[in-house]
């Protein structure tokens, strides 16, 4: 932007909690057309909230209420943010009315479809194609240690996987509730091997039973301890539990994070039949 140029509006959206004292709150910029990368990172840092989503003009051939998106942490942009997504289709819809909308990040197309239920609305985004990968046995040994969790803490039944909806995770399941909790890790090192495989952040897991879990996000290389609520690894974690045979082909998933942290927040992980992508919904709200 050009020093004559007024400083987009900064909106504060919470995603997956109807509540703003709860979930995973996010700046949304809704016409960020005018602004360059330094701009973006400026306002993301100055937030200081684990993402910053930027509508775009969209590119050429998608159709009506598409959106070029785009999404920084505080410290680097980062290919595909769930909560942001979720945070920003609520702002729009607060001005435009709910329905479909389409959204061009840099990991592909998103489809968003936005609905009204009682006490406001709820997002729900369809992710790119995923995949997983087998975690090597020197990497999840050095994510360990960062985190300092003994490797007999592990559920021996979810074995460790890096899995890709938008954004790469490294999913490690705990054993035990407790262990989940406690959550004391090293900074510096877990953000050295992130860095390495390309993590956008490490999706540890505890399983209360086949259809509900408790998920936490370490996210040090955003420059934020712990994420609160995760979109993009809820939607990675659909696609480990199909490629795991952990559920069904159809199958709905209940994942609650931010309990730790004072943030509870609820995400959706929706599951079909045939269509390989995985659908993360939940409400928002708008914060002051």
């Known amino acids: 932007m050009t020093t004559n140029t007024p400083t987009p509006e900064v909106l504060r959206y919470t995603a997956f909690s109807r509540s703003p004292d709860g979930g995973n709150p996010a700046g949304v910029v809704l016409d960020a057309g005018s602004m360059d990368d330094a701009d973006m990172l400026a306002v ?15 590119p050429d051939g998608l159709g009506g209420r598409a959106y070029g998106i785009r999404y920084f942490s505080p410290r680097a942009e980062v290919p595909f943010c769930g909560h942001a997504t979720v945070a920003t289709a609520i702002a729009l819809a607060e001005r435009t009315g709910p329905g479909q909308l389409v ?17 406001g609305l709820r997002a729900t985004l369809t992710s790119v194609e995923p995949y997983v990968e087998e975690a090597d046995a020197a990497d999840v040994a050095e994510a360990l240690a960062a985190l300092r969790w003994p490797a007999a803490d592990l559920d021996p039944d979810l074995p460790p996987r890096i899995a890709f909806a938008g954004a790469r995770h490294l999913v490690l399941a705990a054993a035990t509730r407790a262990r989940l909790a406690d959550l004391d890790y090293d900074f510096g ?53 199909r490629e795991l045979g952990l ?8 994942l609650r994070q931010g309990e730790d942290l004072g943030r509870p927040g609820e995400l959706t992980v929706t599951l079909r039949a045939g269509d390989r992508r995985v659908r993360v919904g939940g409400a928002g709200a708008r914060i002051g």
Do not use: K
């Open 247 to 254: 559920v069904p082909e159809d199958a709905v998933l209940t």
């Open 44 to 58: 993301a840092a100055g937030l200081g909230y684990s993402e910053t989503a930027f509508l775009t003009p969209p």
């Open 103 to 119: 959204l061009a990040t840099r990991a592909g197309t998103v489809p968003v479809e936005v609905t009204e239920e009682e006490g």
């Open 189 to 241: 090192r877990l953000e050295t091997l992130m860095h390495r495989l390309d993590l956008t952040t490490v999706q540890l897991v505890w399983r209360e039973s086949a259809t509900v879990h408790h998920v936490r996000n370490p996210f040090p290389v955003g420059g934020v301890v712990e994420d609160p609520a995760t979109g993009a690894a809820a939607a990675a974690f659909g696609a480990y539990a």
